[in-house]
């Protein structure tokens, strides 16, 4: 007579589903999705490259999204990304806004573009009907202060240069 030790009366033991549930995989993955949305975010700003002027006025509250119509140094004109022509600007702001004047627009100018096709984008606009149109300009570093003309060096030493244009 043949006698088993496993007390389940000749079969074989099954391996009963573990109950714990594995993390690792799940950390990696969202550790690979916070890399990719911190590398990602500062590429989701306005896709013109726009050199702006920089002022020290404090930024305004902002309700809601703004439109931002944008000039590169070329004199070209942006809504949004896509290009737009200044007789057609008119018409497809009202068209986004869904004709509200109150709709906040921003507009972007480059500084080596002539102040007159800023105004005249900016009158194009207000002729149009809206009513909160403002400019953007570049807020300044917190950089040291300035430094006092650098004095006469002397013999055989060479005096600090600024690299800015």
């Given amino acids: 007579m043949a006698f088993t030790l496993n007390g389940n009366g000749g079969r074989r033991q099954r391996y009963r589903p573990l109950a714990e549930i594995n993390v690792t995989p799940m950390v990696d993955v969202m550790l690979v999705l916070l890399i990719i949305f911190m590398v990602a975010a500062p590429l989701m700003?306005?896709?013109?490259?726009?050199?702006?002027?920089?002022t020290d006025a404090k930024p305004l509250s902002q309700d809601s999204e703004p439109l931002t119509v944008s000039i590169n140094a070329e004199g070209k004109?942006?809504?949004?990304?896509?290009?737009?022509?200044?007789?057609?600007?008119v018409a497809k702001l009202q068209a986004i806004a869904e004709n509200n004047p109150n709709r906040r627009i921003f507009v972007r100018g480059d500084k080596a573009v002539n102040y007159?096709?800023?105004?005249?984008?900016?009158?194009?606009?207000?002729?149009?009907?809206?009513?909160?149109?403002?400019?953007?300009?570049?807020?300044?570093?917190?950089?040291?202060?300035?430094?006092?003309?650098?004095?006469?060096?002397?013999p055989g030493t060479t005096a600090p240069r600024s690299n800015r244009g």
Avoid at 79 to 89: H, I, T, Y
Wanted: glycine share 12%.
């Fill in 77 to 89: 004109i942006f809504l949004g990304d896509g290009a737009v022509e200044l007789p057609e600007l």
């Fill in 116 to 154: 007159g096709l800023v105004m005249q984008v900016m009158g194009t606009i207000t002729q149009g009907g809206f009513t909160k149109v403002a400019l953007l300009a570049e807020q300044p570093t917190l950089a040291a202060p300035a430094a006092p003309h650098p004095s006469p060096a002397a």
């Fill in 45 to 54: 700003t306005s896709g013109v490259d726009v050199d702006l002027p920089k």
